[in-house]
């Protein structure tokens, strides 16, 4: 499946799309270079789902943001890049929150990929020469 954005306008049509593709998937690994829009993709989806855009930020130095979406439901946005060993990701309670039915949303999954489920759906996002970004998975 794929969608593609044209433009950062285009993001509100894009992400209902991705949420009505992608179903009861709860766990959403993002592959993507830097700079291809993986956090501006999270933040879009998360406005979506209610939560205040102010309160969305790539959780570089956290690791791990919680948000709550406006039916208050619990969303984890993970950022995987300054991860360089599994412990690390075992240490901030990584199954905790991969077990937890909540919307997990990870970006750099690749420092962690043997830790993820079978379950995780893997996304792409591919940036064409027109500048729009595909999403595919």
């Known amino acids: 499946m794929e969608v593609t ?9 894009a992400t209902g799309e991705f949420m009505d593709k992608i ?18 993709f999270i933040t879009a989806l998360c406005k979506r789902l209610g939560v205040r855009e102010d309160a969305v930020s790539s959780p570089t130095f956290a690791i791990v943001n919680e948000y709550r979406t406006a039916a208050r439901d619990t969303v984890y946005h993970f ?39 079978e379950e995780t759906l893997k996304v792409s996002i591919t940036v064409n020469p027109d500048s729009s970004r595909t999403l595919r998975w």
């Open 79 to 117: 950022d995987f890049y300054r991860i360089t060993k599994e412990a690390e990701a075992l240490d901030i309670g990584l199954y905790d929150y991969l077990d937890s039915g909540c919307l997990c949303l990870m970006e750099w999954p690749e420092n962690i990929e043997e830790l993820l489920p």
């Open 5 to 13: 954005i044209r433009d950062l306008a285009d993001l509100e049509r």
């Open 23 to 40: 179903g009861d998937s709860t766990l959403v690994a993002f592959y993507a270079p830097m700079g291809a829009g993986k956090t501006t």
